[in-house]
């Protein structure tokens, strides 16, 4: 039952948890994880602030430019979508891509985000692997305790998140295979406007956190 719980709403935990800051434990660790943590205290300062709880657009925009920078895109993007179908398109196609694909991901997020409660989240371990790493993290509700890891890729001498695996659910792979079903059954075009259709129904609020378990759905 745990498990089927977080796998049809692993989209709400997957960045959630990423803002989730109570009084856990931290394992020492690297600049990596106390990144991830100075991320963690300025989401939480803009989405509990009074001044922004009437004001969506202002709020939006503070969020965004906290967290996103903490994102490749670029390489969610080609890992989504797959090597072999990536080398396909042409560059005008991955960045329109990539671009409508960050914008889904923000909105997604962003709807997100606004559910803070009070889970408390300890981080756990941090590996480090050449320019990749992993932190992996527990976060303790009142009844349950959720395994959540990072994946982070270094890039010009900054770390940046490319996925996240709650309860073994890559948030990319769970794209991937989306994508693909979109493009084997119609083609890239096809899956661009369900993209751009389902990005414009996050920005006009037309998709709010009564409908959690299906923003992660194109």
Known sequence: MKKMFFRNR???IGFSLVLILGAGKTVQASGITEGLKATIDQVIGVVTDPQYKNDRSTRRAKMKNIIFPKFNFLEMGKRSLGKTRWKEI???ERKAFVDVFGKLLENSYANKL???SDEKINYVDEI???RYAMVKTEVVRKNDLINVDYKLIENSNEWLVYDIVVEGVSLIKNYRSQFGKVIHNDSFSV?????NAKVKK??????????????DKI
């Open 10 to 12: 692993w989209w709400f």
């Open 90 to 92: 042409s560059p005008e």
């Open 114 to 116: 606004e559910s803070y």
């Open 128 to 130: 480090i692997k050449g």
């Open 191 to 195: 899956l661009m406007d369900k993209l």
């Open 202 to 215: 996050l920005e006009a609020g037309d998709e709010d956190n009564k409908n959690e378990d299906k923003n």
